[in-house]
């Protein structure tokens, strides 16, 4: 049997026939979406510095994962092959859902470094990878280069990142670290558009995300370094947390919800001007609103 076959799929659904609700929502936590959101509570109520690294693993995963899906172009198991209710889009090779997991909760595992987050982790880890070959969007090799993709940036990237954005930080100053994230959004998109053009046009799930981010990361941490430079709030203050974590995503959700009604994801340019202000407004505008609110 092949690691790119339905019997891994059958196999774990005729383990655990009743389990198809348990890793619907496993899979969730392995979105896109979901890391994001993390990233914005971490970045608005705890710890400023170590969330603006997480956000720079997190384009590292995403951007080299779609990278390789439109370069190896495998496709998907079949849609019959799904769980009813489940959307997955472009190529399989490696998941995103598996790499990003191991890059993200091992890093963090790396920074915490007690036993109970290890484990939690390496839960996480496993559930995630396991839930997208149940729910049928993955086959179990797609599952497994991404568990080792993410491994290797773990490696190779989440374990000096903090020495290089340090290094970066202070020899040419943080302004100069967020324009280069600007430009390279910009120099990648570019790029992607004209080794991957195919993989581009009317296709929701395009670079575009990826290069907006970069380019929204960039501006809205340079805007708010100069314009608010907030503090996260005390260890005590636990009301202030909860009102900027809850009204924070949902002011994102509405503004993601209205410019794509002007924005559509099918234009690359037009779905990375989407996700540039979508994070300006998590990284500068929302702060800039919370600390005139003093909240």
């Keep these: 049997m092949s690691l790119f076959d339905a019997y891994w799929t059958e196999a774990l659904r005729g383990l655990m026939p009743w389990a198809a609700p348990f890793f619907s929502a496993v899979s969730m936590l392995g979105s896109a979406n979901f890391y994001v959101a993390l990233v914005a509570i971490g970045y608005w109520t705890l710890d400023k510095r170590a969330s603006r690294r997480a956000a720079l693993l997190l384009l590292a995963s995403s951007c080299s994962n779609y990278w390789l899906k439109v370069s190896l172009r495998n496709p998907r198991p ?47 880890i496993l559930l995630i990878g396991l839930s997208r070959v149940y729910i049928g969007v993955h086959w179990l090799g797609d599952v ?51 080794l991957f053009p195919v993989n581009l046009a009317g296709l929701e799930d395009n670079f575009g995300g990826n290069g907006g981010f970069m380019i929204g990361l960039g501006v809205g941490l340079m805007l708010e370094r100069r314009y608010v430079n907030f503090e996260v709030p005390e260890s005590g203050e636990r009301r202030r947390r909860v009102l900027r974590a809850v009204l924070g995503l949902a002011l994102i959700l509405m503004v993601m919800a209205g410019l794509s009604m002007v924005l559509p994801s099918e234009i690359y340019w037009l779905r990375a001007a989407r996700y540039a202000l979508s ?17």
């Design 279 to 295: 994070v300006i407004t998590a990284m500068f505008i929302w702060p800039f609103i919370f600390t005139r609110l003093n909240l």
């Design 144 to 194: 497994l280069l991404g568990w080792a993709v993410g491994a290797v940036l773990l490696l190779l990237v989440a374990s000096r990142l903090e020495e290089w954005a340090s290094s970066v930080t202070s020899r040419y100053g943080a302004d100069t670290l967020y324009l280069g994230l600007v430009v390279l959004g910009l120099v990648s998109m570019v790029l992607t558009e004209f």
């Design 78 to 124: 079949p849609p019959s092959n799904w769980l009813p209710g489940t959307e997955a889009s472009n190529y399989s090779l490696p998941s995103g859902h598996a790499q990003t997991s191991t890059t993200i909760w091992g890093w963090l595992s790396l920074k915490g470094g007690e036993a109970w987050i290890w484990g939690l982790s390496l839960a996480l």
